[in-house]
């Protein structure tokens, strides 16, 4: 199966996770084992804000720009390239600190 990206359904997000949430596959095609496999882009200075995993972990590839990752309390600059991964139990958080939108393919999966 290929979905055209004119047909893949977008948020249009508000407030502090200013941007949009792309889903890449919905959760039935992951045959209810991952919550999301998405593509976000944070326009600058917005956030996902911090959260914990329960149930879940969740990896992060960095597409473009630049953020800010709050890993467990360690904070740590991520840019093009970079892979994020916050296992079940564990907190993070992410912030655009550049001027153009941050990018990243999310995939979260659930561990129950």
Do not use: W
């Not at 919550?35 to 804000?49: D, E, H, I, T, Y």
């Amino acid at each position: 199966m290929i979905t055209r990206k004119e047909n893949l359904p977008v948020e249009q997000r508000t407030g502090e996770r200013l941007g949009t949430f792309t889903k890449l596959l919905d959760e039935s095609q992951m045959h209810g084992k991952a919550k999301a496999f998405a593509r976000v882009a944070l326009r600058p200075g917005s956030m996902a804000p911090l959260h914990k995993h329960e149930g879940s972990f969740e990896g992060f590839y960095i597409l473009a720009g630049k953020g800010l990752v709050d890993d467990n309390g360690t904070v740590t600059e991520v840019k093009v390239g970079d892979v994020v991964f916050t296992n079940d139990g564990e907190s993070h958080s992410i912030k655009n600190i550049g001027e153009s939108d941050l990018e990243y393919i999310a995939l979260v999966v659930y561990t129950r």
